[in-house]
């Protein structure tokens, strides 16, 4: 019988937190500057520790309909970006615990996690609008993580997946019958990836991403695709004038991002 077989859930989550060297929550919320603080925080705590797990606690109570950012600025978009990847290549592994609705930036924050674990409850979808997917660089790691065939089926019709089907889709690495169960799996697998002694992981993931394309490579492309999308919303109802004004705009701090990006 494993030490975690007895524990309450008031103490199997203490000693998830035990086990993190930095915690970050996000539920059922939209893109704002406090998100991108919280991630940016959390990864500014894993860059320097020499043990523990960045723990992403993702997912809420179900209101969330997956729906793109909306009222966002190209800018906030690539500051999002930046700090998912900065928590994305920090020192320490990631592990991520679903329960309930995880789509939006919690969908984009799981696909930056090392190993994931889903409750039975967890429910997850792409974000978008009637423009399609939001194309953001969730689209650029679905397609190196779980083939460009699979990725393409999700993108066309965004559809609500359950654990199991997250799982077939290499999309989660496991999934536990209830939110209780999925603790203890977390409790025990913190307590593996804990043990990995300092940037050891870190050095390893770096040549998986080495393997593919470049995410700076990608970037650049994701923020034009998401201003053009922002754009279509912002200019409607626009004279034709105004509206080339403001594209023209949005189109220039896009390209000044994308190469601000790349010379990174």
């Keep these: ?51 523990g797990v960045v723990l992403l606690l993702l997912g809420g109570a179900g209101a969330a309909e997956g729906a793109s950012p909306a009222g966002t600025g190209i800018h906030l978009v690539n500051t999002w970006e930046r700090a998912l990847r900065r928590l994305e290549t920090s020192g320490r592994p990631t592990l991520a615990l679903v329960e309930g609705t995880c789509t939006g930036p919690a969908l984009e924050t799981l696909l930056t996690a090392d190993y994931r674990i889903a409750a039975g409850d967890a429910r997850l979808r792409l974000s978008g609008a009637e423009d399609g997917a939001w194309p953001s660089t969730a689209v650029h790691r679905l397609a190196q993580q779980i083939g460009t065939a699979r990725a393409r089926r999700l993108l066309l019709r965004r559809p ?47 040549l998986l991403f080495d393997a593919t394309l470049s995410y700076e490579e990608a970037l650049g492309a994701h923020l034009a695709a998401c201003d053009r999308s922002l754009r279509r919303r912002t200019t409607a109802g626009q004279t034709g004038a105004d509206q080339a004004a403001a594209e023209q705009t949005s189109a220039e701090q896009a390209a000044a991002d994308g190469s601000l990006a790349r010379a990174r």
């Design 1 to 51: 019988m494993s030490g975690t077989d007895t524990d309450t859930p008031s103490a199997l989550t203490v000693r998830l937190h035990d086990e993190a060297a930095a915690v970050l929550t996000v539920g059922d919320e939209e893109l704002t500057p406090a998100l991108v603080d919280r991630v940016r925080a959390a990864a500014e705590k894993a860059e320097g520790a020499d043990r």
């Design 160 to 206: 609500w997946l359950d654990g199991e089907q997250a799982a077939d889709l290499d999309l989660v690495d496991e999934t536990a019958d209830g939110g209780e169960a999925a603790l203890r799996r977390a409790v025990l697998v913190a307590g593996e990836l804990s043990a990995v002694p300092g940037r050891e992981w870190s050095i390893r993931r770096r």
